[in-house]
């Protein structure tokens, strides 16, 4: 069976509020404390989804005075220990020591909104917990990417 040609195309078609993203530290964390480096709110309420919200953020740090391990974390609203989480990297080990600089992305798909309803969630965060941080870690980095599907 031969493949279905490609017949329309999304050329003359404004996606764009679809899409959001925001590259602004909001935050560094503290001696264990769960912290918010970056969000994105204001997302349009007035789409419909149709499979969820894929979600891709990262953030650059340096480890704070007895950093042993850091836990990147995908969650909804603005609030750090607060809200779904999406998606959590666990606790990372590798190469985590003070004085580190480290780079580490996450990628997570939101279904929590019913397929053909309207979206309800209108703001994500990215998190970082430092476990062991007996000083403040410092982020030179982060970036928040959404997309409504």
């Known amino acids: 069976?031969?493949?279905e040609l490609?017949?329309?195309t999304a050329l003359a078609q404004d996606?764009?509020?679809?899409?959001?993203s925001s590259n602004t530290v909001v935050g560094s964390p503290a001696t264990n404390a769960e912290t918010v480096v970056c969000q994105i709110t204001g997302l349009n309420t007035a789409l419909t989804i149709v499979s969820g919200i894929w979600l891709s953020g990262g953030a650059s740090l340096t480890v704070g005075t007895s950093g042993t391990a850091i836990t990147v974390r995908l969650r909804t609203g603005t609030s750090a220990g607060a809200g779904t989480v999406i998606a959590t990297?666990?606790?990372l080990t590798g190469g985590v020591a003070a004085?580190?600089?480290l780079s580490q992305d996450i990628q997570g798909f939101d279904t929590n909104t019913a397929a053909?309803?309207?979206l309800t969630?209108?703001?994500?965060c990215l998190t970082v917990t430092v476990t062991g941080g007996a000083a403040?870690?410092?982020v030179s980095q982060a970036n928040l990417f959404a997309l409504i599907v």
């Open 1 to 3: 069976m031969p493949a």
């Open 6 to 8: 490609i017949r329309f």
């Open 15 to 20: 996606l764009s509020p679809r899409v959001a």
């Open 89 to 91: 990297s666990g606790a």
């Open 99 to 101: 004085g580190n600089l």
């Open 116 to 118: 053909g309803t309207a």
């Open 121 to 124: 969630t209108t703001s994500y």
């Open 136 to 138: 403040t870690s410092t």
